[in-house]
Every structure is written in C-alpha cells, then in structure tokens.
T-cell receptor
C-alpha cells in the first residue's frame, strides 16, 4: 500500500527566509512524487513532480524538491519565501504501475510572515 | 497545463435532495477521472475512480448507491450525491490525468457542498 507522511501540520517562516516542507513516502516499486498547493476553497495546483532522472526537481513559483531514495523523502524547498506562498501544501505519491490514483499526505499549512 | 473545470463551485441543498457535480476536461480527453472528498483541515480522500464507459471503482467505505458516478464521455464525469444529509457536507474535488504513466493529475476547482 502507498502512503505519504507530512510530519508538520504547520510551518511558519519569515518572508525572505528559506522554507522547507517535509514529506516522506512509502510505495512498492518506483515512486512518482508530486507536490500540490491549495488556496482556500480552491482546487489543487500542481507545483512539481519527480518521475526519474535528477534528484533535484525545479517547479513553479521558485519551488524545488529533492528526491532522496535512501530516506524515502521528497521535501519541498524554496530559497526565499514570499507572503503569497502562504497556503496548504500537499505531497502525493503513486506507483509507476498503470493508472493508479494519487495518495495524498495530510497537508502542511505554510504561513509566511512579513 | 491541462484544464479541468468543475461545476458548481458552491451549492447549498436541503436534506433529502440530490445534488449533481460536473467535472469536465476542457482541452484533453480523460479516460479516467478521480473523485476526492476533503474534510476541513484534512487531506484529500479518494472516493472513486471513474472510467469512461464503465462502472466506477469505489474505495472501501464509500457507498456507491449514495455517491453515483457517471463517466459517459471522455470529457465529462459527474458525481451525484443522492438523498443528501448534513454529514455529506464537504469539499469535493475531481481530477483527471492526461495519459497513463508519468504525468501529473489536474484538478478541478472543487465544489463546496452544504446540506442544511
């Protein structure tokens, strides 16, 4: 069975500081990993994905994530946070066998303080 | 990226009535769509997988007779909440994927259902 853990319910960071939102996963086989962002009463917006290749993945709005196979992690990072980055972030995983749905973590609320 | 349109964005209905939510892929054909439910401050929980032209596959614990899913075409899937009760109040989100393998899923805007 696939699962995703986001150990932090809330992350607070000052504007301009680097941010990290943590994610670890469990999947049989090779993982496909994703980060999505959700604003209030809105659907999810895709940020980035890891399928194969370079472990460091760059995505939308200056976000990046590093795939670490040995630690089964896929932490989301940004070098300099903006107030507008404040939102709910979801990590998701699926295996690479066919048309399987995404399994989501519980989400981490990011608050960037001016 | 691909666009998924979900309608309505908000709906309030009386207890006992039925509500239909539409999910459309606007610029691609989606052989498979997924329906999720999200409770406040919680993650998305998969309800069912909707395949065009066939019966939906429901997750354990999801009542198929209560949450009717129809995927009649490659661009439209509908979720009907039948005989709605206040506990059905939630945020419902659909998603569709382009292709089968290594692509991301695209999500609708979500529907906030309130049953009074």
């Amino acid at each position: 069975a696939q699962s995703v853990a986001q150990p932090e319910d809330q992350v607070n960071v000052a504007e301009g500081n680097p941010l990290t939102v943590k994610c670890t996963y469990s999947v049989s086989g090779n993982p496909y990993l994703f980060w999505y962002v959700q604003y209030p009463n809105r659907g999810l917006q895709f940020l980035l994905k890891y399928i194969t290749g370079d472990n460091l993945v760059k995505g939308s709005y200056g976000f990046e994530a590093e795939f670490n196979k040995s630690q089964t992690s896929f932490h989301l990072k940004k070098p300099s946070a903006l107030v507008s980055d404040s939102a709910l972030y979801f990590c998701a995983v699926r295996d690479n066998s066919g048309n399987t749905p995404l399994v989501f973590g519980k989400g981490t609320r990011l608050s960037v303080i001016a | 990226g691909a666009v998924v349109s979900q309608h309505p964005s908000r709906v309030i209905c009386k207890s006992g009535t039925s509500v239909k939510i539409e999910c459309r892929s606007l610029d691609f054909q989606a052989t498979t769509m997924f329906w999720y439910r999200q409770f406040p401050k919680q993650s998305l929980m998969l309800m069912a997988t909707s395949n065009e032209g066939s019966k939906a596959t429901y997750e354990q614990g999801v009542e198929k007779d209560k949450f009717l899913i129809n995927h009649a075409s490659l661009t439209l899937s509908t979720l009907t909440v039948t005989s709605a009760h206040p506990e059905d109040s939630s945020f419902y989100i659909c998603s569709a994927r382009v292709g089968l393998k290594n692509t991301e899923a695209f999500f609708g805007q979500g529907t906030r259902l309130t049953v009074v």
